[in-house]
């Protein structure tokens, strides 16, 4: 069973720093794609930041801000979060795709998430 396992969110203040991760096990295809989404009280759950096959796409209000990154050999996400603002306040998920490869392309398989971790931003 795919698990993706969090950590790292918490309590900071406005111009802090945070460094969540995430672990993904328990597959047996390929982890294609990582990354992150996040839901604010009373918003949608809005992209924040994904990684595949080293590239990488970041929401516009985080760009600058926030670096994604990858442990392959671990199979683990990171999301560092500098200058973060109150805006930034949300349940943070970690996010993957899991495909499988036929010989000659990489197929989709699923899409998986995790739990959440909560980020609090104080202004």
């Known amino acids: 069973q795919v698990q993706l396992v969090e950590s790292g969110g918490g309590l900071v203040q406005a111009g802090g720093s945070l460094r969540l991760s995430c672990a993904a096990s328990?597959?047996?295809?390929?982890?294609?794609?990582l990354g992150w989404y996040r839901q604010a009280p009373r918003g949608q759950r809005e992209l924040v930041a994904v990684i595949k096959d080293g590239n990488t796409n970041y929401a516009d209000t985080v760009r600058g801000r926030f670096t994604i990154s990858r442990d392959k050999s671990e199979n683990t996400v990171y999301l560092q979060m500098n200058s973060l603002k109150a805006e930034d306040t949300a349940v943070y998920y970690c996010?993957?795709?899991?495909?499988?490869?036929?010989?000659?392309?990489?197929?989709?398989?699923?899409?998986?998430w995790g739990r959440g971790t909560q980020v609090t931003v104080s202004s």
């Open positions: 328990g597959s047996s295809y390929s982890f294609d794609t």
């Open positions: 996010y993957a795709v899991t495909a499988y490869f036929d010989g000659s392309l990489f197929h989709r398989e699923y899409d998986w």
